[in-house]
């Protein structure tokens, strides 16, 4: 007897489990409305109510209200939200039906990728992408949108280009974990800021996406079940035995796509953010304004490896060595802004001051500076303002 409520308990399993995450969250989009609506609700009524509590009735109004709050919200739901959020499902199923029909499929992912980024991955592909697909499997044994939304490579594009191209030491650095993270463990989530950071690089993993759907489409390719997470383990492990080179080519042609188009634009954005090269830019204008020989910027960059010159408060004060004296000729002072923070060991420099002196000058200058800076409002508008007659005049 054990052993056939066992057997008839794996039968059931086997029937629900591979669509559960489809039953669960097909009531993503309607929660997604009703949390910040309830949330909303109780704002209201505290600030309604804000001044007119009786004192030591605070709790029991609280409790009460909230409790009342989301009983009548229930109702709603049920009432309202659950059949408008069943229709809005059936126009956006018709949509994509129409899109298929019409080979327009590649197209979806200038929606998909947008919403994932803003965190909205999961409704996609479990409350819209996963009904549609569940019900196409059971005629045709697979599914193209099971593929739409947790294909790994349009996001590992993105963090490839970061990988080899940010000028940002700590994203650069943070970038190699995230790959591993992102393709093996399946967490999309962790390239989202790495777009968010740059909205401009978000094009990537639409063009991205939209290469490797056209190349499903055009292979018949598809998967027996959703991918969850969205892993290339669980890519593959969803993926027909004659399907796994087309997946593989796809998820390529998405990772080289991706990464072709955002590595230039993580190149440009990254301007002038590194250390070296901010250093490198303060020694230049003291140069080009005739204070310094042009030795004298290796020794800026030369006592930047001995001792940092980050003073704290978003300020670093680069100069160069001792030995480099004799290249100074004339005491002279620069200013740079970093409104993104220039990496300086574990802080972050808004404001880099390059300064020079003629014998013991470069510690009036140092004293100057310091002088400066003591005002906080000061201190904030330097690392924002573009008025230089107002910077010249506190620093004279």
């Known amino acids: 007897m054990k052993n056939k409520v066992q057997k008839f308990g794996k039968f059931l399993s086997e029937m629900v489990m591979p669509n559960i995450g489809a039953l669960i969250a097909f009531g993503f989009l309607a929660a997604m409305i009703m ?43 049920y009432v309202v939200v659950g059949p408008v959020m069943s229709g809005i499902l059936t126009v956006l199923a018709a949509g994509v039906n129409i899109l298929v029909s019409h080979s327009l499929l590649p197209l979806v992912t200038i929606f998909i990728e947008p919403a994932k980024v803003l965190f909205l991955n999961n409704a996609i592909n479990h409350g819209i992408f996963t009904p549609l697909a569940t019900a196409q499997a059971a005629e045709a044994g697979k599914s193209i949108m099971y593929m739409l939304e947790p294909n790994p490579g349009p996001g590992l594009g993105v963090l490839l280009a970061y990988m080899f191209f940010c000028k940002d030491k700590k994203t650069k650095q943070s970038a190699p974990g995230a790959v591993i993270i992102h393709v093996l463990g399946g967490i999309h989530e962790i390239y989202f800021p790495y777009i968010l950071m740059n909205p401009l690089v978000i094009i990537a993993p639409i063009v991205g996406n939209m290469a490797a759907v056209f190349w499903f489409n055009l292979t018949d390719c598809g998967l027996v079940g959703p991918a969850s997470p969205g892993s290339i383990i669980a890519y593959l492990m969803m993926t027909p035995g004659p399907d796994i080179w087309k997946v593989l080519v796809g998820v390529a042609i998405a990772t080289g796509i991706s990464f072709g188009i955002a590595s230039p634009i993580v190149k440009i954005a990254g301007g002038k953010n590194s250390l070296e090269e901010a250093i490198q830019a303060a020694g230049e204008l003291l140069h080009q304004l005739g204070y310094v020989d042009e030795t004298y910027v290796d020794a800026m960059q030369e006592r930047e490896k001995l001792i940092t010159t980050y003073m704290g408060m978003g300020v670093a004060i680069p100069h160069g060595t001792s030995q480099a004296k004799g290249t100074v000729k004339k005491t002279g002072i620069v200013f740079l802004q970093y409104p993104q923070g220039v990496d300086f060991g574990d802080e972050k420099a808004q404001l880099v001051f390059g300064i020079a002196g003629i014998g013991e000058e470069h510690l009036d200058l140092l004293a100057k500076i310091c002088e400066v800076l003591e005002d906080e409002e000061v201190l904030e508008k330097m690392k924002t303002t573009d008025d230089i007659d107002w910077i010249m005049e506190r620093l004279s």
Do not use: R, T, Y
Request: charged residues 10%.
């Open 35 to 77: 949390g910040p609506l309830a949330g909303f609700c109780i704002k209201k009524f505290d600030q309604l109510m804000d001044g007119h509590m009786p004192v030591g009735f605070e709790m029991l109004i609280n409790n009460f209200s909230a409790g009342i709050i989301g009983m009548l919200l229930a109702i709603l739901g």
